[in-house]
């Protein structure tokens, strides 16, 4: 008598593979659908927990593309507080995937990009990524200006990109009933005033969310681009739920839609693939979880557990050097005022 | 005798060549000069006793150390504040709200207000653990480009150069104030008698004016000031912060140290 589970790899077996951090043990974590080695251009995007792959792998030495670069010009505190080098492009946190559908149209159209602008003390904020411009700008024609630039830069890093690595956060989104667009955040938190009859709250559904991941890939197809999509789902809980429940069960609820939509995409289209960092901070699937003190953000020890079952997994050497994220700031600007020898010498000579 | 110590980097050479002008015109003022080697704080270091001495042997001659311990007042000349730290920005980006100079991409006023205090701030910071905030020190901050700086010289104004200078000079200044205040040493702004413009000094005191005949000028010569210069910056300081009076002012000394007669 023979059982199916008979001939499978360790991998498939809990007790076997559960609870172990080392390399052979991570290296199984994940099967890669899409070829990708270190000199594949990558594209992050998502949500905060985006930012800690962004990094990571830019440290890793991963071809990751970096619009609106600022790191030459900007210590690393001011370009993330600008919302510079956090992605691949200045968009801010995009949380779900109809905000990703929306950016990816806004780059692709040939028109000016749909602007959306609040307002905070007389300074104008971009509602679609408010946290960019800490304070603000001083005119709504600033804004645009701002937002027509970044588009142009992100319509640069889809056309480079060969894979899009997509951290979904969030299935509970602000929607403006005006134009239709999805907000990263609710008006009032940052800028602009929450008016019911402006914004609802929306609770995206499995399939919605699979729609709106087909309907970018597809868009991205029309313009003849090619990058396919490693998706991860943040696991960072929410902060707050709108919903109405508990913020836990509304956490729960979000991460299990977003993960099994990636699921169904994953085991259904060639042109997704999806990359475990959610199990590995939030399960014990590599000893974890591994989240901080306060039970919400993940520890520095996961993030590079993550990293390196993604190298691991790609046959990586995981022992590589670890690269600079950007250079150092003595690099970028130096303090010393611009050197005249000869005056002095000339001066002190007479 | 007040003993006055002037410390810097090349723009100490405009107080050099006015020597002979300063102490005669203040007669109680005894000077003594020291430059950093390769301008750089790290060049030199002070030790226990007041002496400040360069790290490694300057080139040139010039002097390697400085005993601070035997002056009464410092004047540390030509400091850049992060000055620089600004041009590539202004060089590189549009800044949102001020004119536009035709960048493919733009930064946004707070943000470059953020950047400019961050730089001064470390400056400020370096400056402070340079000389351990000795308040016999004064600071002057480098003199600004002169107005008649040619084309080709233009790159070394870098943002001083904007058509929203002042605006642009008037940000760096306030973090600099706003910084320096919170340390001991005073702060010398470069005096209005001394400003043709923002963030421009007059034509009549560059370098440039004071070359010997034949000499052609390079960019440096624009953004550092001559000895006439000098000695009206050094009459500003005394008068400020000394409490002298110069007591005379006969002849121009970039003229008198053109001519061979200033210090030998």
Redesign the interface.
């Known amino acids: 008598m023979t059982s199916p589970y008979q001939n499978l790899e360790e991998r498939a077996f809990w007790r076997a593979s559960v609870g172990r951090d080392d390399d052979a043990a991570l290296a199984q974590l994940w099967s890669p659908k899409l070829a990708l080695d270190r000199a594949t251009p990558l594209m992050t995007a998502g949500s905060c927990f985006a930012q800690h792959l962004h990094r990571a792998l830019l440290r890793g030495g991963w071809a990751v593309l970096q619009g ?1 670069d600022m790191s030459t ?3 690393n505190r ?1 370009c993330h ?2 919302g510079y080098n956090l992605f691949s492009a200045r968009y801010g946190n995009v949380y779900t995937a109809r905000q990703f559908r929306q950016l990816v149209e806004h780059a692709l159209s040939d028109g000016p990009p749909p602007t959306l602008i609040w307002e905070r003390d007389n300074r104008y904020f971009d509602a679609l990524r408010p946290a960019v ?7 709504p024609e ?1 804004v645009r ?2 937002r027509a ?1 970044h588009m ?2 992100l319509r640069e890093v889809l056309e480079q990109a060969a894979c899009i690595v997509l951290t979904l956060g969030l299935t509970e989104c602000w929607i403006d009933r005006e134009t239709g667009l999805a907000l990263p955040t609710a008006p009032g938190t940052i800028a602009g005033r929450h008016d019911p009859d402006r914004v609802f709250l929306h609770n995206f559904t499995h399939a919605e969310v699979i729609e709106d991941l087909r309907a970018t890939r597809d868009l991205l197809r029309a313009h003849g681009l090619q990058a396919r999509f490693l998706l991860t789902v943040s696991p960072v809980p929410l902060v707050a739920t709108a919903s109405g429940g508990h913020v836990g069960p509304a956490s729960c609820y979000s991460k299990s839609v977003l993960r099994a939509a990636c699921g169904e995409l994953c085991m259904t289209d060639g042109d997704f693939d999806y990359f475990p960092a959610y199990e590995i901070i939030a399960t014990a699937i590599a000893g974890g979880p591994y989240f901080d003190e306060h039970g919400r953000q993940p520890t520095e020890k996961g993030v590079q557990l993550v990293l390196k079952a993604f190298g691991l997994a790609l046959g990586d050497d995981a022992g590589a050097p670890l690269q600079e994220a950007s250079p150092p700031l003595s690099s970028i ?1 130096s ?16 | 005798m007040t003993r006055v110590a002037i410390i810097g980097n090349s723009h100490v050479g405009a107080y050099l060549q006015a020597q002979a002008a300063i102490e005669t015109a203040f007669p109680t003022v005894e000077l003594s000069f020291f430059a950093l080697p390769r301008h750089s704080f790290s060049s030199c270091s002070l030790d226990e006793d007041g002496v400040l001495s360069a790290q490694e042997r300057p080139a040139g001659g010039l002097p390697d150390r400085i005993d601070l311990s035997k002056m009464d007042d410092i004047l540390m000349v030509g400091q850049g504040f992060g000055r620089e730290g600004l041009d590539r920005l202004v060089q590189d980006f549009d800044v949102l709200g001020l004119a536009p100079q035709g960048h493919t991409r733009s930064v946004s006023l707070p943000l470059v207000s953020e950047y400019t205090d961050f730089r001064v701030e470390r400056y400020c910071r370096k400056l402070a653990r340079f000389l351990r905030e000795d308040p016999r020190c004064v600071v002057a901050p480098a003199p600004f480009p002169a107005l008649d700086m040619p084309q080709w010289a233009r790159e070394q104004v870098g943002w001083l150069d904007h058509p929203d200078a002042e605006r642009l000079t008037a940000l760096w200044l306030d973090a600099v104030i706003w910084h320096m205040s919170r340390l001991k040493y005073g702060l010398m702004a470069q005096p209005a008698s001394l400003v043709a413009a923002p963030g421009r000094s007059p034509a009549a005191y560059a370098r440039a004016t004071a070359l010997p005949e034949g000499q052609t000028p390079t960019a440096a010569d624009f953004t550092h000031m001559n000895a006439d210069y000098g000695f009206e910056h050094f009459s500003a300081y005394a008068q400020h912060w000394l409490g002298l009076a110069p007591q005379s002012r006969n002849t121009s000394p970039s003229k008198e140290h053109h001519n061979g007669l200033g210090p030998q």
Do not use: N, S
């Open positions: 609106e010009h900007l210590p001011l507080r600008y411009e800490p304070e603000g700008l001083e005119t600033q200006q701002a630039e142009r830069a600007a303090d010393e005022d611009t050197i005249c020898e000869e005056i002095l010498l000339e001066a002190f000579r007479k």
